[in-house]
Nanobody, 122 residues
């Protein structure tokens, strides 16, 4: 069992930046960030492989968000720049034991954090 603890959410104005953090109690192969806005389905945001640092991004955040890891701290970060009101959602960290690719489907992730709220005002 891997426990994930997120932090870093908050209320910001459009154009601002936030950095989310997620610390894992154990190691898997892939770490991802998902988000869910009220009344909408959960959607993939970004993911990274612990080994090698290969990343994957949703088109809606590419160029604005950056996912990275600190392997020594078992922590994954999501740097979010140029935030837009459409980025408002509850952001979840997730860990996948998929060893051969970077999954974008939530069902491929085995462990989830409790979520952290990001609110972007216009």
């Amino acid at each position: 069992q891997v426990q994930l603890v997120e932090s870093g959410g908050g209320l910001v104005q459009a154009g601002a930046s936030l950095r989310l953090s997620c610390t894992a109690s154990g190691r898997t192969y892939v770490m991802g960030w998902f988000r869910q806005a009220p009344g909408k389905e959960r959607e993939f945001v970004a993911a990274v492989k612990w080994s090698g640092g290969t990343t994957s991004y949703a088109e809606s955040v590419k160029g604005r968000f950056t996912i990275s890891t600190d392997n020594a701290k078992n922590t994954v970060y999501l740097q979010m720049n140029s935030l837009e009101p459409e980025d408002t959602a509850n952001y979840y960290c997730a860990a996948s034991r998929a060893a051969w690719n970077i999954p974008r489907a939530g069902l491929a992730y085995n462990f989830w954090g409790q979520g952290t709220q990001v609110t972007v005002s216009s």
